[in-house]
Structure formats: structure tokens, C-alpha cells
């Protein structure tokens, strides 16, 4: 399992596991390192944007990595009575705060229906709440994955006109079409997108 090399690469690193019940994701931590966030854009317990993110997980070297699943950051649907009334969820709150502890951001997005999945898009409507321009500048990594042949590249556009507004410096997009022929018992084997997917991690770490 590539959590499982991943944990053993941070043999001398202190690693902690995603803290409650049910929780998904882990932390490795490393003091004074720059620090990346990735996240799927899916609330699915079987995400294969999660997967993809935990098989790229060993391509992020010498930085602080905290990988986290959107189902752990739920909130309500966002709607102006709602936040009248109830103020900023704490799931939403929580979030805010990940975001601004980290340097930068990988964000693998699913697709539903042509566009983006609720439960991404309802994050971000109430991060928007919160502070307008969330990402405050921050350099971001734009992912999406499906089954098809277009591997979520609808959503994945949507993501790219969005992220801008909130503050994201988008500095790389790809969609992975094929899930299943790239990333196999959690290993990318694609050799070529493992090459490609590496220069674009490079990529984004060269803007923090
Ligand atoms: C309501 C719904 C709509 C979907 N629409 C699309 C779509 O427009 N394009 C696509 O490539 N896949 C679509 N799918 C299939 C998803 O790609 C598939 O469920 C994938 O596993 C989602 O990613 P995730 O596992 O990370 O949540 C849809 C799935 C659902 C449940």
C-alpha cells in the first residue's frame, strides 16, 4: 500500500493519523517545512480523487503533507438564511483553518453531471463567506479523475475559472482519465503520468 511506504519514508518524520472515528487522511509533520493541503473534491467514502491524491502522496517530498477527505469537512447546504441564521458551520470553519496553516493546495475534483460535486462546491461557497479571497494568493494544483475518457475535465475547467476568484493561484491542471489503468492496489503505474504528474508537483512547489 503506498500509505503504508508512505509511513515508512517518515520513519524519522512525526506522522499522525487523521484524529476521530471514521476520520480519513494523515499528517506528516516536519517543523519548519513548507506545508502542502490536498483534498479531493468528493464526499465519497470510496473517492478514487482520494486515491489518486494518496498515490501521488509519495511524489511530495521534504514537505510538510496533510492529506484530509472532504467527507470529514461537511457542512450544511450554503444559503444566505442559513448563515443568518446558524453563522459559519464548524466543519466550514475548520477548513478555513487547514487553509490558512498551509503553503499550497493539490485539489483532485470528481464530476457530477458536467459540473462540479456539491459537496466541493457547497465548501467553497462557504469559504467564500468566510474571506472572499481564501487561498490568499497561495499556488494551487488542480487535479480531477474519472472512469471515462474525459476524466472529469468538465468539472476540472469549472474548478479553473473558480479557484481565481478565491484567491487560488492556479499553477497547474490536469485531468486523469482511466483511473483504473493508472492507479493500481494504490500505486501509480502509469509511467508517463507519474513523470508528468512529478513535474507539475516541482511546479508547484517552486512557488512557496
Ligand atoms: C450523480 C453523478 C453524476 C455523475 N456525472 C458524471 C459526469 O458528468 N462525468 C463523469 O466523468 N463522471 C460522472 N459520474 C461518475 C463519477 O466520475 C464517478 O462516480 C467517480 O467515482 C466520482 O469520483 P469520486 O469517486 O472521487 O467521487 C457521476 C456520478 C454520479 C454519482
Same mark, same amino acid.
Given at each position: ?23 480519513? *487522511? ?14 479531493? *473534491? ?17 511524489l511530495i517530498?521534504?514537505r510538510?503533507l ?48 458536467? *459540473? ?34 474525459? *476524466? ?57
Open positions: 500500500m503506498v500509505q503504508d511506504a508512505r509511513e515508512a519514508w517518515c520513519k524519522l518524520k512525526f506522522y499522525k493519523k487523521a484524529k476521530g472515528p471514521n476520520k480519513s *487522511g494523515f499528517l506528516i509533520e516536519c517543523p519548519n517545512m513548507k506545508k502542502i493541503l490536498c483534498f479531493p *473534491g468528493s464526499n465519497s467514502s470510496t473517492s478514487i480523487n482520494y486515491q489518486l491524491l494518496l498515490a501521488i502522496s509519495p517530498n521534504d510538510e496533510t492529506l484530509i477527505h472532504l467527507k470529514d469537512y461537511q457542512s450544511v447546504l450554503y444559503g444566505i438564511d442559513e448563515e443568518k441564521k446558524t453563522g459559519f458551520p464548524n466543519a466550514s470553519i475548520a477548513l478555513k483553518e487547514l487553509i490558512d496553516a498551509h503553503d499550497a493546495f493539490i485539489i483532485s475534483t470528481a464530476e457530477h453531471n458536467s *459540473g462540479l460535486p456539491v459537496a466541493l462546491k457547497n465548501a467553497l461557497d462557504w469559504l467564500s463567506r468566510m474571506e472572499r479571497k481564501v487561498f490568499a494568493d497561495k499556488p494551487v494544483l488542480l487535479l480531477s479523475t474519472s472512469e471515462g475518457r474525459r *476524466g472529469a475535465m468538465t468539472a476540472l475547467s469549472h474548478l479553473e475559472v473558480f479557484m481565481p476568484r478565491l484567491g487560488a493561484k492556479v499553477v497547474g491542471i490536469r485531468s486523469i482519465p482511466e483511473f483504473s489503468k493508472k492507479v493500481e492496489a494504490g500505486k501509480l503505474i502509469d509511467q508517463s503520468l507519474k513523470l508528468e504528474l512529478e513535474q507539475s508537483i516541482k511546479s508547484l512547489l517552486s512557488e512557496i
